[in-house]
């Protein structure tokens, strides 16, 4: 899975303030919406919103995947967040979330957006990946390790 494919530096942030699984959303919202003119963020949130509740998106292991169709979006869609201080996200293991990756699609693709959102959570749950994810100290290192490129620390 080519995570380029959907996620780009400016819908990647590391040490955001997350406060509560609301907060969150409504951030992702922004910084999707802020990137792609196309979109609204009040559109994306109530989305989002929606499909929280059928069920979380907190997968376990301090990772959540908020994921939802919507119009105007043309391709998949993604941003990802490393918040400060992990927040409750209702998930299945019953533990606070750290790492947000949001995902959106069009609103007719059932299947890519299925392929995609589970090819997402596998690459999730390996804990070298997530590792990565967590050691990540800036949004430049955030997205080098999502999109798994090598970062070099900074020469004096």
Same mark, same amino acid.
């Given at each position: 899975m080519d995570i380029q494919s959907f996620l780009n530096p400016r819908r990647t942030q590391c040490g955001v303030e997350g406060v509560s699984k609301k907060r969150t959303i409504e951030i992702i919202a922004k910084l999707i919406a802020d990137d792609i003119p196309t979109l609204d963020a009040d559109d994306i949130f109530l989305s989002f919103i929606g499909r929280e509740k059928l069920g979380s998106t907190g997968l376990g292991q301090g990772i959540a995947i908020p994921h939802c169709r919507i119009r105007n979006c043309i391709t998949p869609t993604g941003a990802l967040l490393k918040l400060n201080k992990p927040i409750d996200?209702? %998930?299945?293991?019953?533990?606070?979330?750290?790492?947000?990756?949001? !995902? $959106?699609?069009? =609103?007719?693709?059932?299947? %890519?957006?299925?392929?995609?959102?589970?090819?997402?959570?596998?690459? !999730? $749950?390996?804990? =070298?990946?997530?590792?990565?994810?967590?050691?990540?100290?800036?949004?430049?290192?955030?997205?080098?390790?999502?999109?798994?490129q090598q970062h070099t620390a900074a020469s004096p």
């Open positions: 996200f209702e %998930s299945i293991d019953g533990k606070p979330v750290d790492i947000v990756f949001a !995902l $959106i699609a069009p =609103e007719e693709a059932n299947d %890519s957006h299925l392929q995609t959102l589970s090819a997402l959570a596998e690459k !999730l $749950i390996s804990t =070298e990946y997530l590792e990565t994810l967590r050691q990540s100290e800036t949004n430049e290192q955030l997205y080098l390790a999502a999109t798994c």
